[in-house]
T-cell receptor, first 117, second 111 residues
Framework: DQQVKQNSPSLSVQEGRISILNCDYT??????FLWYKKYPAEGPTFLIS?????DKNEDGRFTVFLNKSAKHLSLHIVPSQPGDSAVYFC????????????????FGQGTILTVHP | SQTIHQWPATLVQPVGSPLSLECTVE??????LYWYRQAAGRGLQLLFY??????ISSEVPQNLSASRPQDRQFILSSKKLLLSDSGFYLC??????????FGPGTRLTVT
């Protein structure tokens, strides 16, 4: 049972345009959401996160939007750059960060973003 | 600042051979530690997690085991590797926040 889904395996975007990566979840216990970026043969790096008490979080070129009623989040990258080409993973965590959830994250399958010069 | 190390970076092992992958974290105390596997073209699958020395929880029944002999050391092992154990193994740590931070990974190929 895939509790976090990234339905687009890949996305191709022109440099300078907006990249929108989508993620859906089914578990209503998820309360905190994260995006990771991964280059081939490297570990994922944390990009940006959002708590369920917010609907938007922005960090430079990266903005994450959360629609809790639709159980949907998206990552916007504006403007896209060739160096953004990577696999992007969405992840979700139930609250609290510690406690009985032990901080476990549930990851989506990832979306390969290719930004063309 | 905190850093996480994994070794080896790549490993080619025959079927039936043992496995030991090591992960160490610096610059933090009593972190939660995690082992993930990424199979080819797949997402990240949580294998084991640990909230303290000697405390290991398994997420998926499999041919692998984990141990945490020291606060900042996490080891992934197998007595006999299977072909299906091939993949990219990642170690991660977290403190009291939600974010997990990953090591560089180990590419394991079982032949």
């Amino acid at each position: 049972d895939q509790q976090v889904k990234q339905n687009s395996p890949s996305l191709s975007v022109q440099e300078g345009r907006i990249s929108i990566l989508n993620c859906d979840y089914t578990n209503s216990m998820f309360d905190y959401f994260l995006w990771y970026k991964k280059y081939p043969a490297e570990g994922p790096t944390f990009l940006i996160s959002i708590s369920s008490i917010k609907d938007k979080n922005e960090d430079g070129r990266f903005t994450v939007f959360l629609n809790k009623s639709a159980k949907h989040l998206s990552l916007h990258i504006v403007p896209s750059q060739p160096g953004d080409s990577a696999v992007y993973f969405c992840a979700a965590s139930p609250t609290p960060a510690g406690g009985t959830s032990y901080g476990k994250l549930t990851f989506g399958q990832g979306t390969i973003l290719t930004v063309h010069p | 600042s905190q850093t996480i190390h994994q070794w080896p970076a790549t490993l080619v092992q025959p079927v039936g051979s043992p496995l030991s992958l090591e992960c160490t974290v610096e610059g933090t105390s009593n972190p939660n530690l995690y082992w993930y596997r990424q199979a080819a073209g797949r997402g990240l699958q949580l294998l084991f997690y640990s909230v303290g020395i000697g405390q290991i929880s398994s997420e998926v029944p499999q041919n692998l085991s984990a141990s945490r002999p020291q606060d900042r050391q996490f080891i992934l092992s197998s007595k006999k590797l299977l072909l299906s154990d091939s993949g990219f193994y990642l170690c991660a740590w977290k403190d009291t926040s939600y974010e997990q931070y990953f090591g560089p990974g180990t590419r394991l190929t079982v032949t």
